[in-house]
């Protein structure tokens, strides 16, 4: 099976933090690297951050500083600790496996799961 189950999203006020998991399937995890990406309405799916299978990171300039990307790699999941939430945060996460090459993420598979939706609201 190839499976990506995301989940944690939810109500958050302005400033507030989330935490964001994503269960992959072996055989997605198991020999890439994982990235989170978002939708916002009306908005391409965006990139927010990459980590590679050794732990390297990397993060879109809009979420430096607040975001923080893990990985359980005995769990086959992926983490995104959200910080200093705003609106334009606000979205469906997804999750995806791909690659980090010359200090990009790259993604590879084209399986994206459901997503989770974080809604920022006062």
């Known amino acids: 099976q190839v499976q990506l189950v995301e989940s944690g999203g939810g109500l958050v006020q302005p400033g507030g933090s989330l935490r964001l998991s994503c269960a992959a399937s072996r055989s997605i995890f198991s020999s890439n690297d994982m990235g989170w990406y978002r939708q916002a309405p009306g908005k391409q799916r965006e990139w927010v951050a990459g980590?590679?299978?050794?732990?390297?990171?990397l993060y879109a300039d809009f979420v430096k500083g607040r975001f923080t990307i893990s990985r359980d790699n005995a769990k086959n999941t992926v983490s995104l600790q959200m910080n200093s939430l705003n609106s334009e945060d606000a979205a469906v996460y997804y999750c995806?496996?791909?690659?980090?090459?010359?200090?990009?993420?790259?993604?590879?598979?084209?399986?994206w799961g459901q997503g989770t939706q974080v809604t920022v609201s006062s």
């Open positions: 995806n496996d791909g690659t980090i090459y010359s200090g990009t993420y790259h993604p590879i598979g084209n399986y």
């Open positions: 980590i590679a299978i050794d732990g390297r990171t």
